[in-house]
Nanobody, 115 residues
């Protein structure tokens, strides 16, 4: 089993920044890609950014140029630096990890951007 714990969410004004962290614990050997997703009430969970073991990244179009995903394998942690935040970025943000064909999710952290 893999446990994922997110932190760093909160309330920020439009144009501000937040840095989310997700730390993996448990049976972490074999974790490959990790990523961040977000969800608002009544909508499907959507991909924000993903990063592979080797550091290859991928971003959803609305996040390109504003969000940066990074990973510290020694700390089993993935980060999401969010800059130039907009009210439409308000959502619950979830961390996801892939391991040997299985998917693990964190409990989520709320990000609220005020206008």
């Amino acid at each position: 089993q893999v446990q994922l714990v997110e932190s760093g969410g909160g309330l920020v004004q439009a144009g501000g920044s937040l840095r989310l962290s997700c730390t993996a614990s448990g049976s972490i050997s074999g974790i490959s890609a990790m990523g961040w997703y977000r969800q608002t009430p009544g909508k499907h969970r959507e991909s924000v950014a993903t990063i592979t073991n080797s550091g290859n990244t991928n971003y959803a179009d609305p996040m390109k140029g504003r969000f940066t995903i990074s990973r510290n394998n020694a700390k089993n942690t993935v980060y999401l630096q969010m800059d130039s935040l907009k009210p439409e970025d308000t959502a619950a943000y979830y961390c996801k990890a892939h391991k040997l064909g299985l998917t693990y999710w964190g409990q989520g952290t709320q990000v609220t951007v005020s206008s």
